[in-house]
Protein backbone atom coordinates (compact mmCIF):
# COMPACT_ATOMS: atom_id res chain seq x y z
CA UNK A 1 0.00 0.00 0.00
CA UNK A 2 1.13 3.33 -0.60
CA UNK A 3 -0.21 7.11 0.47
CA UNK A 4 0.24 10.06 -1.53
CA UNK A 5 -0.14 13.56 -0.19
CA UNK A 6 0.36 16.54 -2.76
CA UNK A 7 1.29 19.84 -1.95
CA UNK A 8 2.17 23.50 -3.06
CA UNK A 9 -0.99 24.10 -4.77
CA UNK A 10 -2.60 28.03 -4.65
CA UNK A 11 -3.53 30.77 -6.57
CA UNK A 12 -1.07 32.59 -9.51
CA UNK A 13 -1.54 34.66 -11.94
CA UNK A 14 -1.01 34.14 -15.35
CA UNK A 15 2.46 33.95 -16.67
CA UNK A 16 3.39 32.88 -13.06
CA UNK A 17 5.00 29.34 -11.48
CA UNK A 18 4.36 26.77 -9.08
CA UNK A 19 5.67 23.52 -8.19
CA UNK A 20 3.88 20.80 -6.55
CA UNK A 21 5.29 18.31 -4.34
CA UNK A 22 3.87 14.45 -3.47
CA UNK A 23 5.48 12.55 -0.81
CA UNK A 24 4.81 9.02 -0.95
CA UNK A 25 4.91 6.55 1.86
CA UNK A 26 6.73 3.12 2.55
CA UNK A 27 10.11 1.80 1.09
CA UNK A 28 9.44 1.24 -2.33
CA UNK A 29 8.69 3.92 -4.01
CA UNK A 30 11.84 3.63 -6.37
CA UNK A 31 9.83 1.09 -7.88
CA UNK A 32 6.87 3.40 -8.68
CA UNK A 33 6.15 4.89 -11.98
CA UNK A 34 4.51 8.07 -11.14
CA UNK A 35 2.17 10.40 -12.68
CA UNK A 36 0.11 14.17 -12.68
CA UNK A 37 -3.25 14.60 -13.92
CA UNK A 38 -5.68 17.09 -13.29
CA UNK A 39 -9.13 17.60 -13.26
CA UNK A 40 -11.90 20.61 -13.56
CA UNK A 41 -15.04 19.84 -12.33
CA UNK A 42 -17.39 17.29 -14.97
CA UNK A 43 -14.79 16.78 -17.15
CA UNK A 44 -12.45 13.51 -17.03
CA UNK A 45 -9.32 13.52 -15.33
CA UNK A 46 -6.40 14.58 -17.97
CA UNK A 47 -2.57 13.14 -18.22
CA UNK A 48 -0.47 16.10 -17.11
CA UNK A 49 3.27 14.17 -16.70
CA UNK A 50 4.88 11.28 -16.15
CA UNK A 51 8.02 9.61 -15.10
CA UNK A 52 9.46 6.52 -14.83
CA UNK A 53 10.70 4.68 -11.62
CA UNK A 54 14.25 5.62 -11.89
CA UNK A 55 13.31 8.76 -13.62
CA UNK A 56 15.14 8.66 -16.92
CA UNK A 57 12.24 8.76 -18.92
CA UNK A 58 9.56 10.99 -18.52
CA UNK A 59 6.46 12.27 -21.02
CA UNK A 60 4.05 15.27 -21.06
CA UNK A 61 1.06 16.46 -22.10
CA UNK A 62 0.96 18.37 -25.37
CA UNK A 63 -0.73 21.10 -23.86
CA UNK A 64 1.89 21.60 -21.12
CA UNK A 65 5.23 20.70 -23.36
CA UNK A 66 7.98 23.25 -22.63
CA UNK A 67 6.52 24.71 -19.51
CA UNK A 68 6.08 21.94 -16.58
CA UNK A 69 8.73 19.59 -15.40
CA UNK A 70 8.33 16.33 -13.49
CA UNK A 71 10.98 15.39 -12.10
CA UNK A 72 11.61 12.58 -9.01
CA UNK A 73 14.00 12.42 -5.52
CA UNK A 74 13.77 8.76 -4.73
CA UNK A 75 15.63 9.46 -1.40
CA UNK A 76 13.17 11.57 -0.49
CA UNK A 77 10.42 9.22 -1.95
CA UNK A 78 9.02 12.77 -3.43
CA UNK A 79 7.68 13.50 -7.22
CA UNK A 80 7.71 17.46 -8.42
CA UNK A 81 6.01 18.79 -10.74
CA UNK A 82 7.45 22.55 -11.82
CA UNK A 83 4.92 24.38 -13.27
CA UNK A 84 5.83 27.52 -15.60
CA UNK A 85 4.61 29.97 -17.81
CA UNK A 86 1.26 29.48 -15.84
CA UNK A 87 -2.18 29.77 -17.94
CA UNK A 88 -5.68 30.35 -16.51
CA UNK A 89 -6.49 26.92 -18.99
CA UNK A 90 -4.02 24.97 -16.76
CA UNK A 91 -6.73 26.04 -13.55
CA UNK A 92 -7.61 22.49 -12.35
CA UNK A 93 -6.94 20.09 -9.36
CA UNK A 94 -3.96 18.59 -9.93
CA UNK A 95 -3.30 14.68 -8.43
CA UNK A 96 -0.39 12.70 -8.23
CA UNK A 97 -0.39 8.76 -8.76
CA UNK A 98 1.77 5.83 -8.20
CA UNK A 99 2.07 2.38 -10.58
CA UNK A 100 4.31 -0.85 -9.70
CA UNK A 101 6.63 -0.92 -12.24
CA UNK A 102 9.22 1.21 -14.02
CA UNK A 103 6.93 2.40 -17.39
CA UNK A 104 4.90 5.34 -17.00
CA UNK A 105 1.56 5.78 -18.82
CA UNK A 106 -0.91 8.61 -19.34
CA UNK A 107 -4.43 6.41 -18.84
CA UNK A 108 -5.34 7.39 -15.09
CA UNK A 109 -6.97 3.35 -15.04
CA UNK A 110 -2.80 1.95 -15.25
CA UNK A 111 -2.51 4.07 -11.66
CA UNK A 112 -3.06 1.91 -8.57
CA UNK A 113 -2.39 5.09 -6.08
CA UNK A 114 -3.97 8.38 -5.87
CA UNK A 115 -3.58 11.56 -3.98
CA UNK A 116 -5.99 13.74 -2.45
CA UNK A 117 -5.63 16.57 -5.04
CA UNK A 118 -4.12 20.03 -4.61
CA UNK A 119 -5.93 22.85 -6.26
CA UNK A 120 -4.43 25.27 -8.37
CA UNK A 121 -5.93 28.77 -9.80
CA UNK A 122 -4.36 30.64 -12.21
CA UNK A 123 -5.65 34.18 -12.73
CA UNK A 124 -5.77 36.24 -15.85
Known amino acids: QVQLVESGGGLVQAGGSLRLSCTAS????????MGWFRQVPGKDREFVAA????????NYADSVKGRFTISRDNAKNTVYLQMNSLKPEDTADYYC?????????????????WGQGTQVTVSS
Open 97 to 113: AARPGSRWYTNPYEYNY
Open 26 to 33: GRTFSTYA
Open 51 to 58: ISSGGFST
